[in-house]
């Protein structure tokens, strides 16, 4: 086990960013490669929306 766990901190860092694209320019800027996702809660967030998506089958 240790073994796989030294490996993992050998190896060559990816991040996904989900969040703000400031954070994975920061972490790019260090030298990791950055995989930039553009994710939007669903329905902007808007409970009473996603209960309504959920009760016609949306989601």
Do not use: C, H, T, Y
């Not at 703000?20 to 669903?42: C, N, S, T």
Request: hydrophobic share 45%; no cysteine.
């Amino acid at each position: 086990m240790q073994n796989k766990i030294d490996e993992l901190f050998k190896s060559e860092l990816v991040v996904v960013n989900i969040g703000p694209k400031m954070f994975g320019d920061a972490v790019r800027k260090q030298g990791a490669e950055v995989i930039q996702v553009d994710w939007k809660p669903l329905a902007g967030g808007d409970k009473e929306m996603i209960a309504i998506l959920e009760a016609l089958g949306g989601i």
